[in-house]
């Protein structure tokens, strides 16, 4: 079915510490998976996205891992910032343009 | 800021009623997204335009119907609001094409509040 999970709804990290945002999916079928940012008060950002057929890619700061033996996402964010405090969405592509979203998963950062 | 105007920012009425949201994509894109986000069911996709023509539908209630217009501006009417209504509405917007749709640039939302 259509269905993208997080496992975690909250995670809290250090300052300077990585942080990994982990995201479970159902749908085989899709030929991407999505993350986006949301900060407080504001629309979803996109980050990075990750072909079916790759499992890893990097971007800045960020690295997503997929896992399509256990239909396993994750979001690595590198030393992470105050910036970085946000809801993160995984979201895989059904079809040409649907969008299916998780539930999100809140980082918080300690100072 | 993602380039994507909504307006207005926020809305409240009663049930029962009917409101438009409205919504100007970027500069040049041709393809506009209508989403509902709500505590209990997340982000879901509502439809999509693409150049003045449905192209994909998903969660829409009947009594929810959009249009994206000549000049690529979109609006989505909400009719015999219910309380379960009460949400932000995101629209967004991506370039033509293939792996763009993965980035796709969302406004800020309109708050809708039904009473």
């Known amino acids: 079915g259509e269905s993208v999970g997080l496992h975690l709804p909250t995670l809290s990290v250090q300052e300077g510490d990585n942080s990994i945002i982990n995201c479970a999916y159902s749908?085989?079928?899709?030929?991407?998976f999505i993350w986006y940012k949301q900060e407080s008060g504001k629309g979803p950002q996109f980050i990075i996205d990750?072909?079916?057929?790759?499992d890893k890619r990097q971007g800045q700061r960020v690295t997503v891992l997929l896992n399509k033996t256990v239909k396993h996402l994750s979001l690595q964010i590198a030393a992470t910032q105050p910036g970085d405090s946000a809801v993160y969405f995984c979201?895989?592509?059904?079809?040409?343009?649907?969008?299916?979203f998780g539930q999100g998963t809140r980082l918080t950062i300690n100072p | 800021d993602s380039g994507v105007t909504q307006t207005p920012k926020h809305l409240i009425t009663a049930t029962g009623q009917r409101v438009t949201l409205r919504c100007s994509p970027r500069?040049?894109?041709?393809?506009v997204y209508w989403y509902q986000q709500s505590l209990d069911q997340g982000l879901q996709f509502l439809i999509q335009?693409?150049?003045?023509?449905?192209?994909a539908k998903g969660n829409i209630l009947e009594r929810f119907s959009a249009q994206q217009f000549p000049d690529l501006h979109s609006e989505l009417n909400l009719s015999s609001l219910e309380l379960g209504d009460s949400a932000l509405y995101f629209c967004?917007?991506?370039?033509?094409?293939?792996?763009?749709?993965?980035?796709?640039?969302f406004g800020p939302g309109t708050r809708l509040t039904v009473l």
């Open positions: 967004a917007s991506s370039p033509v094409g293939g792996r763009s749709y993965n980035e796709q640039f």
């Open positions: 749908n085989s079928a899709s030929d991407y």
């Open positions: 990750i072909r079916s057929n790759m």
């Open positions: 979201a895989e592509k059904l079809g040409a343009q649907k969008l299916v």
């Open positions: 500069s040049g894109d041709l393809s």
């Open positions: 335009y693409y150049n003045g023509e449905e192209r």
